[in-house]
């Protein structure tokens, strides 16, 4: 994915991020460009996103269709090689417009997604990476494919030319998350997926030295979010 230089600027938000996921990716023995720092910038106005722009970040996570639209062709026309990732749930029927705004979906979580998003990508002929959320700590609220139902799934997904590059989870709050990340780990080995989209802001460290392989990054870079 894309490898924007880092200017590294001492303590800035950004610099510790990527200072820890080196330090992380040190004890697991990992190299840091194995790692993705997805900056989630949900709910930050353009003028917070700008400073992380101009140091370097070119990778962006936004969970609502509608406020990616608003915001990011304006940063794109300024800035090149910017990396659009949808991670919050997609309605069925915005599936094109992510399939058109969107470089990386995390939140393939259900069969009625995957053939809306099947058939925006044969209209538009653009084919975006996805990962398949996973319901890892059985918490239907929080959307994802049941474990049991997993295989099958993947494989309705090649039948479909969706092209699945991995998993992505989002452990249950208040428990410690390893345990979660390690089985999303296991359950992409055993299905010859090779990426993990794993691990926030308080987790991420933890995530990367289980072998995610993209971490998703709010508060800790923007500070808390309002509301
Ligand atoms: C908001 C969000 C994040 C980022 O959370 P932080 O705790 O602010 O780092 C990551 N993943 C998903 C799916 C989110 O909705």
Redesign the pocket.
């Known amino acids: 994915m894309d490898t924007a230089p880092e200017t590294s600027a001492p303590d800035t938000p950004l610099s510790a991020v990527n200072a820890a996921i080196a330090k992380s990716c040190k004890i697991a023995r990992r190299e840091p460009d194995e790692v993705t720092l997805i900056a989630?910038s949900?709910t930050r106005e353009a003028g917070e996103i700008v400073p992380l722009l101009q140091a370097g970040h070119r990778v962006f996570?936004e969970?609502r269709v509608q406020e990616a639209q608003a915001k990011w062709p304006a940063l794109r026309e300024a800035y090149d090689g910017v990396e659009l990732h949808c991670?919050?749930q997609l309605q069925s029927n915005k599936a094109e417009d992510a399939a058109a705004l969107f470089d990386c979906i995390?939140?393939l979580d259900r069969t009625s997604l995957l053939k809306a998003l099947a058939k925006a990508f044969d209209k538009t002929g653009r084919r975006v990476p996805c990962f398949v959320q996973v319901d890892i700590g059985r918490e239907p609220q929080k959307g994802g494919v049941p474990i049991e139902e997993l295989s099958a799934f993947l494989a309705k997904a090649r039948e479909m030319d969706v092209p699945v590059v991995g998993l992505m989870c989002?452990p249950p709050s208040d428990i410690e998350p390893a345990p979660f990340f390690a089985l999303l780990h296991k359950l992409a080995h055993d299905n010859g997926l090779n990426q993990l989209s794993m691990g926030?802001?308080?987790d991420?460290e933890t995530a990367v030295r289980l072998g995610a392989t993209h971490i998703?990054?709010?508060?800790?870079?923007?500070g808390p979010?309002a509301g």
């Open positions: 989630v949900k996570g969970n991670i919050g995390h939140s989002l926030m802001s308080g991420y998703r990054v709010g508060t800790a870079l923007f979010r």
